[in-house]
């Protein structure tokens, strides 16, 4: 699987290269994502926009890695979907269970809202 990173201040934009993500590279997906968490900016941003198709596994892959993130006090967002990669998704029903926006921007508005949910939860804590 084909990456694109970019690293941000709170945030890594990661960006598959692929125009098409099947099962086979599920275990690459993991590979690559998943040591972000071991890093000082654990936070992620799927960046999609030059995926045009994906298959089920891929999808499911996506959700158990968008729980890890959340499990590890992480950020994963997705962005930037193809109409045909949104559809699908909804036909699967995981549209709504994936946390997904439009835009870049978006994600980084989610990341943000996010730490602070948890800063405010780790005070709560306390």
Not at 12 to 38: G, K, R, S
Not at 82 to 105: C, F, G, Q, R
Request: negative net charge; proline residues 2%; hydrophobic residues 45%.
């Amino acid at each position: 699987m084909n990456v694109k990173i970019d690293t941000k201040e709170r945030f890594h934009v990661i960006t598959p290269l692929n125009t098409d993500l099947t099962e086979t590279m599920a275990e690459a997906m993991d590979a690559v994502l998943i040591p972000f968490l071991n890093t000082d900016i654990k936070n992620l941003v799927l960046n999609m926009d030059q995926v045009k198709t994906m298959d089920e596994a891929i999808a499911h892959k996506l959700l158990q890695i968008q729980q890890t993130f959340y499990a590890g006090d992480a950020s994963f967002v997705l962005c930037g979907l193809a109409k045909e990669v949104e559809s699908y998704l909804d036909s699967i029903e995981l549209l709504d269970i994936l946390n997904i926006t439009p835009t870049e921007s978006e994600a980084w508005d989610i990341v943000q809202m996010e730490e602070i949910e948890r800063e405010l939860f780790d005070d709560d804590v306390l």
